[in-house]
């Protein structure tokens, strides 16, 4: 038996991305970019994802995608668990109606009718890192509550699954702190170390479903922000012998979210519990309200439990609608870069495109010592 939360039955999580806008944590300040790219992109795309469910159901994309996170859950879920009471998986501000017993088949757990939810993403934020390892764990030994993410990417203007597609994402650690950046608005701004910090950020190549995935930590949370996870797409890069891309360009940016209930649950738990900064909720966060208002977007992850508490983990996975023709280069951030020296802040992170290589030497996966539970101190 295990528990679960849900959106309500027949919709799955999608989220096309096209429009953006940079800000810092804690900022508030709606773009007027932001607005005007998400009205074009939503008047001119092309076709819904709801008309792709008969396609993908036919190429058998659906089916594996089923028993695909079935064998992640059967994989991670741990092996004592009690039945639960079926309140209890009745859920949360997804207004989930699916009831979960210790008899409910997988393939009613993972089976979605994937439907177009089009939204433009908020903001990228400051902390993208260029040169970042090709990873699947990308937890690195920090503490919290551990969680496999699961992302499949499907092209709104062919209902095809995109193979090849290099997943980039980043997250702060359970007190509020993104590793490989030295900032004011990160923790300790004195801490130089933290440059050379890669804990929960990695990239991960699509197969032939659009699917990649990740075992990492559930983020924190910082002032003024909802708890999230950033994520990167890049399209036609090309692996170096480094372990890092080169080339290519970005069609999709954006931020994922959790439900407030799941949130609530883990910053109970150790070493969350430690911030005395005030959770943002995701009804008043900024980047929530631009990617969902006036849209049917839901960047929200659907999850399942690991185990009997939320301390065994969890299983978290998302389908993205991408506009492949998008190209975001000119508007993307990096704060800094990974070398096999370790990072390299950018002095003029206030800038620009992406570059078409990740710069300096080699990376070693090594770069920096295993960070703390609790990183630098979290940001004011």
């Known amino acids: 038996m295990f528990d679960m939360h849900l959106p309500q039955l027949g919709k799955l999580a999608v989220v096309a991305m096209a429009g953006l806008a940079i800000a810092h944590p804690g900022a508030h300040e709606p773009n007027s970019y932001t607005d005007l790219t998400k009205r074009t992109f939503l008047h001119n795309a092309r076709r819904s994802l709801d008309q792709c469910a ?13 028993a695909r996170r079935a064998v992640l859950f059967d994989k991670y879920k741990k092996r004592s668990l009690a039945v639960r009471d ?42 993208w890192v260029k040169g970042e390892l090709i990873r ?22 062919t209902c095809e699954p995109i193979p090849d597609l290099y997943w980039d994402v980043w997250n702060c650690n359970a007190t509020g702190v993104y590793s490989g950046v030295q900032s004011s608005m990160n923790g ?36 003024g922000r909802a708890t999230h996870v950033h994520v990167v797409a890049h399209l036609n890069a090309t692996l170096l012998p480094n372990n890092t891309l080169t080339g290519g360009y970005v069609p999709h940016i954006g931020q994922l979210f959790f439900d407030q209930d799941l949130i609530s649950e883990v910053e109970a738990t150790y070493p ?28 929200f992850f659907e999850y399942a439990y690991l185990g009997d508490s939320i301390e065994d983990g969890l299983l978290a996975w998302i389908t993205l609608g991408v506009n492949v023709t998008a190209n975001h280069d000119s508007a993307v951030q990096y704060a800094a870069t990974l070398t096999s020296n370790g990072g390299v802040a950018n002095d003029d992170s206030s800038g620009g495109a992406i570059p078409s290589s990740p710069g300096g030497a080699p990376p070693s996966s090594s770069a920096g010592a295993p960070p703390s539970s609790s990183g630098a101190m979290p940001p004011a």
Do not use: M, W
């Open 136 to 157: 699947h764990d990308i937890s690195d030994g920090q503490a919290g509550i551990p969680i496999i993410i699961d992302g499949q990417f499907i092209d709104i203007n």
């Open 188 to 223: 300790n701004g004195d801490d130089a170390s933290n440059l050379n910090k890669t804990f929960l950020r990695g990239i991960q190549k699509t197969d032939r479903d659009g699917v990649a995935g990740f075992k990492t930590v559930f983020p924190g949370h910082y002032s």
């Open 86 to 127: 079926t309140d209890t998986v009745v859920n949360t501000s997804h207004h989930s109606s699916l009831h979960v017993s210790p008899h409910t088949p997988e393939a009613k757990l993972f089976s979605k009718n994937p439907v177009c939810i089009l939204a433009p993403e908020g903001e990228i934020g400051p902390f």
């Open 272 to 299: 969350y519990n430690t911030s005395t900064i005030s959770i943002t909720k995701n009804a008043d966060d900024h980047v929530v309200i631009v990617e969902t208002e006036d849209s049917d977007s839901d960047p």
């Open 54 to 66: 008969d396609q993908l159901e036919r190429r058998g994309v659906q089916a594996r995608a089923e």
